[in-house]
């Protein structure tokens, strides 16, 4: 059974600060891994996909990581703002199904 | 383009009661996902819907039931309501079933149970 979890469960960084947020998973046979951004009890919006036979993926000051031998995904900030406030969750899919396994999430408040 | 659409937004029911969400995919999406999200379970998977057909379900009990219509739309069911299912109530859609399909949320249905 598939299992993701991401650490910290919560992070304060002061503005500007370059930040790392981690994800893992025990089984390795994924299909891709998506990271999302959640805002207070709002739905989940797609930051970045990574297809299982890719390495990385950049959007803006984001950018994810992807090592699946290792089971390990990270996202990166850069230059974080008080934006960038908000719960991040990571979620792996496996083949032949559109379900998704979520992390508990991480809590990231940025102070201005 | 629209993206995922919920309605309502909120609700608000009784022990007991049944309820019915919806959800509407964003255009030529034919895949939807539905998600249950409480703050000690995090989020779970409820079942998805290709085709009109359930493809897969989550570990829910029988009171928790969905349906997809041709127009891709869903919704799902829960029936005698308890305390237990207040939580928020996502749906996803993605263009179609399995491969590397990115998926898109709505912005969800907040259920409370009274």
């Known amino acids: 059974k598939q299992e993701v979890t991401q650490i910290p469960a919560a992070l304060s960084v002061p503005e500007g600060e370059n930040l790392v947020l981690n994800c893992s998973f025990t089984d390795s046979a994924i299909y891709n891994l998506q990271w999302f951004r959640q805002d207070p009890g709002k739905g989940l919006t797609s930051l970045l996909l990574?297809?299982?036979?890719?390495r990385e993926q950049t959007s803006g000051r984001l950018n994810a990581s992807l090592d699946k031998s290792s089971g390990r995904s990270t996202l990166y900030i850069a230059a974080s703002q008080p934006g960038d406030s908000a719960t991040y969750l990571c979620a792996v899919k496996e083949d032949g199904s559109e379900k998704l396994v979520f992390g508990k999430g991480t809590k990231l408040t940025v102070n201005p | 383009k629209a993206g995922v659409t919920q309605t309502p937004r909120y609700l608000i029911k009784t022990r007991g009661q049944q309820v019915t969400l919806s959800c509407s995919p964003i255009?030529?999406?034919?895949?939807v996902s539905w998600y249950q999200q409480t703050p000690g379970q995090g989020l779970q998977f409820l079942f998805e819907?290709?085709?009109?057909?359930?493809?897969n379900k989550g570990n829910f009990p029988g009171r928790f039931s969905g349906r997809q219509f041709s127009n891709s739309r869903s919704e799902m069911n829960v029936s005698t309501l308890e305390l237990g299912d207040s939580a928020l109530y996502l749906c996803?859609?993605?263009?179609?079933f399995g491969g590397g399909n990115e998926q898109f949320f709505g912005p969800g249905t907040r259920l409370t149970v009274l």
């Open positions: 819907y290709f085709s009109e057909t359930q493809r």
């Open positions: 255009s030529g999406h034919r895949s």
């Open positions: 996803a859609s993605s263009w179609k």
């Open positions: 990574i297809q299982s036979s890719q």
